[in-house]
């Protein structure tokens, strides 16, 4: 089996457009995998959220490190962590570069803000972009440190999420893909996906472009591929649909003070012990722990 770091450098490089989805812990990770999926989303977001905090690095990265951690643990396909900022200047993003390589982490995107982020859709606007040159550092520094050499490095351009338009997003995806990136995210809130049809067709090509269609999502996926995207991150729905799943159950169960009524709509306990792969544990023992007579 190749390398992650090697499935997600072809994937960014294929002549057709692909698809990732998001995860937020080990058992999420694992059904996108099961699923079908050849990629993993370690959503800033999605991993926030379920840790019960903000999207503002309220949780530390070694904190973020853990969950991935399990994440790719329990993964075969590549996983693109959202790295945020990089967790602070250069010299963090060399050092969370040798931590995510360690660690079998594909790839990883950082965006164009300053620590500590704020989600892009919360006064996207208001939100301070970090200096081109800044960043460029950062990127670079990061493709200096990384020892695989398909380990990926995504650039996330927020101009369009800031206000600053296309002339400011082409700008800093020249001086990112200059940089060494190996793909730009570039990153949108409008509910139609005009910001990359504008960026795409001014684009050189120099390096792949990476979307996250969350607030764009009735643009049919064709459009996509016909305009160049390489590669779309659907950003945050399982943590959506487990939200709507565990309050929908709670309140089910509170209201009836009864676990009758949600067994036939939740999955079976002997499904959770697959998703663990017990059966696996079965098989060591055999092999391993002396039987007692
Ligand atoms: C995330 O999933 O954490 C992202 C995408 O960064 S977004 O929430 O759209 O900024
Ligand atoms: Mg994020």
């Known amino acids: ?107 990883m995107c950082i965006e164009d803000k300053l620590f500590p982020k704020t989600n892009s859709f919360i006064d996207g606007e208001a939100q301070e972009l970090a200096k081109i040159d800044e960043f460029a550092g950062k990127i670079k520094a990061a493709k200096d440190t990384q020892e695989d050499p398909d380990f990926c490095v995504v650039a996330r351009i927020e101009a369009f999420i800031a206000g600053w338009g296309l002339d400011e997003a082409l700008k800093r995806a020249e001086a990112y893909s200059n940089a060494g990136a190996d793909a730009l995210l570039v990153h949108s809130k409008k509910s139609s996906a005009d910001d990359i049809f504008d960026f795409m067709a001014q684009w050189k090509d120099t390096c792949p472009v990476v979307i996250v269609p969350t607030m764009y999502y009735n643009t049919p996926v064709e459009e996509f591929q016909k305009c160049g995207v390489s590669l779309v991150i659907w950003a945050n729905h399982l943590l959506r ?21 949600v067994e036939s709509e939740i999955v079976s306990v002997k499904e959770v012990f697959r998703l663990q792969n017990a059966a696996e544990l079965k098989e060591a023992e055999k092999i391993y722990l002396p039987s007692e007579k």
Do not use: C
Request: glycine share 6%; aromatic share 8%; charged share 25%.
């Open 1 to 107: 089996m190749l390398a992650k770091s090697t499935q997600f450098k072809q994937m960014l490089e294929s002549d057709q457009v692909e698809f990732i989805l998001e995860a937020h812990n080990g058992l999420s990770a694992k059904i996108v995998e099961e699923t079908g999926f050849k990629g993993i989303w370690g959503s800033g977001l999605a991993i926030s959220a379920a840790m019960g905090v903000r999207d503002n690095n309220e949780a530390s990265w070694t904190q973020v490190l853990d969950v991935i951690e399990f994440m790719s643990d329990t993964t075969t396909i590549p996983l693109m962590l959202d790295a945020d900022t990089g967790y602070g200047n250069f010299n963090n993003v060399r050092r969370l570069v040798k931590k995510l390589e360690q660690r079998k982490i594909a790839a």
């Open 241 to 261: 649909t487990s939200v709507k799943a565990m309050q929908q159950t709670a309140s089910q169960i509170y209201k009836e003070s009864s676990i009758k009524s």
